[in-house]
């Protein structure tokens, strides 16, 4: 198993590409980057199974119709956020990405097990907070963590928007705090880092929520 990783202009947002020795691939969050992912699927002969959206936001969810139309994958998203990429109930974007086609979830997530990759054991785990179904997805036999806007190095996801709840946020941060300290975390925005590094200062972050 292999994973691709790119920072895409024009919020550096991460894209990921979860490969399988098959050759099969889930995207974890598009974002804007359809081009880097379909250059990698054509590159390396991979065959598109799934999107999976962390959560939806605008930034997240920006190339979902493009990649889905050129692989009819299927795209999945937490069902408390499916709303969102629905163009006529999704709330108001804080920022303008230009007209963005709509596209329906094929497959709406709960917490457990995803089966798109027969050969990897990927799992969904509801961690709310940023939105009401944001999502991280764990693969527990690598020690990777795709947190979307949970966690990043060195700072939390805003829970001041539409469907963020503070009290959530904490709730799911002591979650994947307790994970193991090996395990690498690839974030919806930003570099990589490892749950040991962010624990240094989460602890603090966190008494002071509990304490409030």
Request: negative net charge.
């Amino acid at each position: 198993m292999r994973v691709l990783a790119w920072r895409v202009p024009p919020f550096d947002n991460g894209t990921y590409l979860v490969i399988d020795d098959r050759g099969d691939a889930i995207c974890v969050d598009p974002a804007m980057g359809e081009r880097e992912v379909m250059r990698a699927i054509r590159d390396d002969g991979l065959r598109l199974l799934a999107i999976l959206d962390t959560h939806g936001h605008d930034d997240h969810i920006f190339a979902n119709a493009a990649l889905k139309e050129a692989t009819r994958a299927r795209l999945a998203i937490h069902r408390l956020d499916a709303y969102r990429l629905d163009p006529a109930r999704r709330p108001p974007s804080m920022i303008d990405l230009g007209e963005m086609r709509e596209t329906a979830p094929d497959d709406l997530l709960e917490e457990g097990p995803l089966t798109y990759l027969r050969d990897v054991d990927v799992r969904s785990v509801h961690t709310p907070g940023h939105t009401e179904g944001s999502s991280s997805f764990h693969i527990p036999a690598e020690g990777i963590l795709f947190t979307g806007d949970l966690l990043f190095a060195g700072s939390i996801g805003r829970t001041d928007l539409p469907g963020g709840d503070p009290g959530a946020m904490t709730r799911s941060l002591e979650r994947v705090a307790a994970f193991d300290p090996a395990t690498k975390v690839y974030p919806g925005h930003g570099p990589a880092t490892t749950i040991e590094r962010e624990r240094r200062w989460l602890s603090g972050l966190l008494s002071g929520a509990r304490a409030s």
